[in-house]
Every structure is written in C-alpha cells, then in structure tokens.
C-alpha cells in the first residue's frame, strides 16, 4: 500500500523568497511522485513528475523536487516566490500492483504569498 | 483534444434524490479514476479503472456510491440515495498506462461536477 504526507497544511512566505513545500511518502513498488497545483476554484495542474530517471525534477514555473530515497521524500522548491505561485500543492505517489497504478494525493499544502 | 470533459459542472439536489455524474476520457487514455475534494479530507480517490476495469474501489464510501465504465470513452458516478453530507466537488481524470512503465501515469483532470445535496 502506498501513502503521501505532506508535512505543511500552510506555507507562507514574502514575495521573492524561497518556497519549500514538504512532502514524504511510503510505496510497496517503485513509484511515480508527482506535484499538482490548484489554483482557487480550478482544477489540477500537473508541476512535475518523477519517474526514476534523474532525481531532481524541473517542472514549470521555476519549481523544482528532488526525490530522495533514503529519506522517502520528494519535497518541492522554488527559488523565488510570486504572488500567482498562490494555491494549494498536491504531493502524489503512483505504483503498479495488480493491474493500473492507484494515484494517491497528499493533504494538500496551501501556499500564501505576501507582497 | 478536449480533455477530460465532466458534466454537470454544477448540481444542486435535494437528500434522497439519485445524482449521476459523467465523465468523457481524453480518447486513447486506459485508465479513469473518480476522485471526491472537501475541505474536511482534502482529495479522496474514490475508484479506478484500467481498460474499462475497476481495479481498486476500496475508496467508495458507501454503497449508496456506484461506478460504471461500459466503454473507454465513458463513466458514471451514481449516489443514490444522495445525503448532504455528499456535497463536494467530484473530479473525473483519466491517463495512458504503458504496461509495466512507470512515469506514464500522469492524471489529466476533467473541471470537477460540483454537488449540493440539500
């Protein structure tokens, strides 16, 4: 079974400064981690994903994870903050088992940016 | 290609009426889950299927939930009878599995049905 912790329910931070959202996870297979984001009442925008290729993952928007295996982690970061990086970030896991891939989605993290 | 296509994108019903709600893949994905976003428990997947299949419905809260895919370019979510407590927004995605290959899951997500139970 697999499962996603995102340590943050909120995240605030000022304009221009760093952003780094936590998020650890637990899978039985090899995942797929994923970032979604969700702007005030949109739907879900993949940021990034990571499918055991390179373990730093760019995604769009200036963001950037790093899967970490030894620590189960897959926390998100971006250098500098602006004012539309404000929504809820989703942390996913995706493994095979017996037929598909369930996709499970974090808590969320609500990310405030202040001027 | 349209997307993931849901509809309705909004309905209000009064407690003990049936409620379906539909989603139209994007055409070539092979896999669909239905998934259920509240405040109170964030994003909950609720069931899904590969090649038509359901696969894992241990999401589906009651048996008032039932789920059909009769075809790769259709799905039903029917809550019947439906309570107010079932007001949420119920978001329809879909995704290409290559076999084994990891990283080929990447959900795109329909615009949600949002439900009002009264």
């Given at each position: 079974a697999q499962s996603v912790t995102q340590l943050d329910s909120h995240v605030s931070v000022s304009e221009g400064t760093p952003v780094l959202l936590r998020c650890n996870y637990s899978s039985s297979y090899s995942p797929s981690l994923f970032w979604y984001v969700q702007h005030p009442n949109k739907g879900l925008q993949?940021?990034?994903?990571?499918?055991?290729?390179?373990?730093?993952?760019?995604g769009i928007n200036g963001f950037e994870a790093e899967f970490k295996k030894s620590e189960t982690s897959f926390h998100l970061t971006k250098p500098?903050?602006?004012?539309?990086?404000?929504?809820?970030?989703?942390?996913?896991?995706?493994?095979?088992?017996?037929?598909?891939?369930?996709?499970?989605?974090?808590?969320?993290?609500?990310l405030f940016v202040k001027a | 290609d349209a997307g993931v296509i849901q509809s309705p994108r909004h309905e209000v019903t009064?407690?003990?009426?049936?409620?379906?709600?539909?989603?139209?893949?994007?055409s070539g994905h092979n896999s669909l889950f239905w998934y259920r976003q509240t405040m109170m428990?964030?994003?909950?997947?609720?069931?899904?299927?590969?090649?038509?299949?359901?696969?894992?419905?241990?999401?589906?809260?009651?048996?008032?939930?039932?789920?059909k895919m009769p075809n790769a370019s259709f799905s039903t979510l029917k809550i019947q009878p439906s309570e107010p407590r079932d007001s949420a927004v119920y978001?329809?995605?879909?995704?290409?599995?290559?076999?084994?290959?990891?990283?080929?899951?990447?959900?795109?997500?329909?615009?949600?049905?949002?439900?009002?139970v009264l």
């Open positions: 993949l940021l990034l994903k990571y499918t055991s290729a390179a373990t730093l993952v760019k500098s903050a602006h004012m539309s990086d404000a929504a809820e970030y989703f942390c996913v896991v995706s493994d095979g088992g017996t037929g598909g891939f369930k996709t499970i989605f974090g808590a969320g993290t609500r | 009064e407690m003990g009426q049936e409620v379906t709600l539909r989603c139209k893949p994007i428990r964030g994003l909950e997947l609720l069931i899904y299927f590969n090649n038509n299949v359901p696969i894992d419905d241990s999401g589906m809260p009651e048996d008032r939930f039932s789920a978001f329809c995605a879909s995704s290409t599995l290559q076999g084994a290959v990891t990283g080929a899951n990447v959900l795109t997500f329909g615009a949600g049905s949002r439900l009002t």
